[in-house]
T-cell receptor, first 114, second 116 residues
Framework: AQTVTQSQPEMSVQEAETVTLSCTYD???????LFWYKQPPSRQMILVIR??????QNATENRFSVNFQKAAKSFSLKISDSQLGDAAMYFC???????????FGTGTRLQVFP | GAVVSQHPSWVICKSGTSVKIECRSL??????MFWYRQFPKQSLMLMAT?????????EQGVEKDKFLINHASLTLSTLTVTSAHPEDSSFYIC????????????FGPGTRLTVL
């Protein structure tokens, strides 16, 4: 069975600082996708960043980047220059190529302080 | 791009009535859509996978006769909660897969259902 673990229920960061959210996963599949989604208070799930497992280069989207360590099955999200609008619940998610189902972690609530 | 709409955004109904929620992919065709339920401060729980032109696949423990799913076109899936009861009150979220964007799921804004 595939699992996704987010060991940090809550994190906080000062505005303009950098924060890293952790995510580990367990799978026997070799081909898969990994995602980070953000859920602000509006509860709209927003795609933050996507990584394909066959790509060794870490994905980057503006202030958001990942540290993808395939051998360690680790997929952390780094948010640089944190902004108040980054405050949200962040979910790490996985799906193998042979299935469309997303496996979600339990989420990390990020607070951003001015 | 990759916008998914959901309607209504909130609904209040009486116990015993049925409620229909629509999920539309606005700028892409979605052969596969999903329906989730989310309880407060929890992660998303997958209820069913909706495939265009075929029967939905329900997750274990989800009553298919209570949660009717119809995926009649490449841009529309509907979830009907039949004979709703207060315990069905929840936040329901749909998503659609964009095959053109690495099989990424894009989510609707959700529907808050309150059954009185």
């Amino acid at each position: 069975a595939q699992t996704v673990t987010q060991s940090q229920p809550e994190m906080s960061v000062q505005e303009a600082e950098t924060v890293t959210l952790s995510c580990t996963y367990d799978t026997s599949e070799s081909d898969y996708y990994l995602f980070w989604y953000k859920q602000p208070p509006s509860r709209q799930m927003i795609l933050v960043i996507r990584q394909e497992a066959y790509k060794q280069q870490n994905a980057t989207e503006n202030r958001f980047s990942v540290n993808f360590q395939k051998a360690a099955k680790s997929f952390s999200l780094k948010i640089s220059d944190s902004q108040l609008g980054d405050a949200a619940m962040y979910f790490c998610a996985f799906h193998a190529y042979n299935t469309d189902k997303l496996i979600f972690g339990t989420g990390t609530r990020l607070q951003v302080f001015p | 791009g990759a916008v998914v709409s959901q309607h209504p955004s909130w609904v209040i109904c009486k116990s015993g009535t049925s409620v229909k929620i629509e999920c539309r992919s606005l700028d892409f065709q979605a052969t596969t859509m999903f329906w989730y339920r989310q309880f407060p401060k929890q992660s998303l729980m997958l209820m069913a996978t909706s495939n265009e032109g075929s029967k939905a696949t329900y997750e274990q423990g989800v009553e298919k006769d209570k949660f009717l799913i119809n995926h009649a076109s490449l841009t529309l899936s509907t979830l009907t909660v039949t004979s709703a009861h207060p315990e069905d009150s929840s936040f329901y979220i749909c998503s659609a897969i964009d095959r053109g964007r690495a099989d990424t799921q894009y989510f609707g804004p959700g529907t808050r259902l309150t059954v009185l």
